[in-house]
């Protein structure tokens, strides 16, 4: 494991806090179980159904070993297209709110999801991460941190490549066109559009030092690379829909 200068929470720019009342089990295994793939299947057909996406570079997305999943975000529905990009059981944050029921709280935690504390740096989230990663499973990690409006990429949280470095974990780049259209937020009910997810190549890891080390400026030159790629394939993606071609020149 990579050691990072300076110390973890940095890498969030908030102190840290625990996550009261969020310690429930949190199981890291792959998707051997029935019921995951039954789950799973049946939501992928209704996504499918309703936004018939289309993904091009699966073949980027590594078949074993940890690696980092890092969609655009325009639109609520965005984290249900990263489950078309890859056949691996997927770990992802999800806004500590939804844990609130019970009974909801441990069905995400049954399909791969645990609790972020989005106001400020939560440790206990960045431990279950890293520890899904250590793990070689597959990660789900939106890089704007929250959903955003706009063609431009930028701003990123450091999140990704922070863990990227700790764990050795690439990062996948992944443009989502036309969910902004589909779903806009605060929109309840989806418009069926057809959904193009273009997926880049992966990024390595930020590079160490002769002692092993990995430096903020390494960091930080990983997360710039990151802006870069998610714009080409967002872009891409975008274009790929004719979507936004057709509302430019009916405005």
Sequence with gaps: MA??????????????VAAPGRHQEFAIEPSRSVGYRLLRGVFNLIMRLWFRPKVVGRQYVPTTGPVILAPVHRSFADFGFTSFCTKR????????????????????????????????????????????????????????????????????????????????????????????????????????????????????????????????????ATTEALVGQLQAVYDESKAKTGRYQDAAENA
């Design 3 to 16: 050691v990072i200068e300076p110390e973890p929470t940095a890498a969030t720019g908030a102190e840290p």
């Design 89 to 220: 059981k997927l770990f992802f944050m999800t806004k500590d709110s939804m844990w609130k029921n019970k009974w909801l709280g441990k069905l995400l935690l049954y399909v791969g999801a645990f609790p972020v504390h989005r106001e400020s740096a939560d440790r206990e989230a960045l431990q279950r991460a890293e520890e899904v990663l250590n793990r070689g499973q597959c990660l789900v990690l939106f890089p704007e941190g929250t959903r955003r409006a706009g063609a431009t990429i930028e701003d990123l949280m450091e999140g990704a490549a922070f863990l990227s470095a700790r764990t050795g974990a690439p990062i996948v780049p992944i443009g989502i066109g036309a969910s902004d259209l589909a779903m806009p937020k605060g929109q309840a009910i989806p418009k069926p559009f057809t959904i193009q997810v273009v997926i880049g190549p992966a990024l390595p890891p930020p590079a160490r030092t002769g002692g092993g080390r990995v430096s903020r400026s390494a960091v930080h």
